[in-house]
């Protein structure tokens, strides 16, 4: 069994940056690729950024050169670093594994079995 724990979210002007962590417990967190997801009112939930075991990261368009992905196997945590944000960033952001040890990262969220409950990001103009 795994337990994500979601933090870091909250308000923010637009232009500003937040960094997300994703607390993970109850398995063998370092051989897992980890995804962040966003889910917007109204929308459905997307990709954005994954990162594998050997730290090989993937980003989608929303994010490329804005977020960073990383990752600390010792503390079984894995973070988002948000830069430059944007109205149309506002979500619930919610941190995912992939139960398959050594795995790539998918951007397909039906891939990943263990969810974070998420936290609210709130991008104010």
């Known amino acids: 069994q795994v337990q994500l724990v979601e933090s870091g979210g909250g308000l923010v002007q637009a232009g500003g940056s937040l960094r997300l962590s994703c607390a993970a417990s109850g398995r063998t967190f370092s051989r897992s690729a980890m995804g962040w997801f966003r889910q917007a009112p109204g929308k459905e939930r997307e990709f954005v950024a994954g990162i594998t075991w050997g730290d090989v990261t993937r980003y989608a368009e929303v994010g490329k050169g804005r977020f960073n992905i990383s990752r600390d196997n010792a503390k079984k945590t894995v973070y988002l670093q948000m830069n430059s944000l944007k109205t149309e960033d506002t979500a619930v952001y919610s941190c995912?594994?992939?139960?398959?040890?050594?795995?790539?990262?998918?951007?397909?969220?039906?891939?990943?079995?263990?969810w974070g409950r998420g936290t609210q990001v709130t991008v104010a103009s």
């Open positions: 995912a594994v992939d139960s398959t040890y050594y795995g790539p990262i998918y951007s397909d969220d039906a891939e990943y079995e263990y």
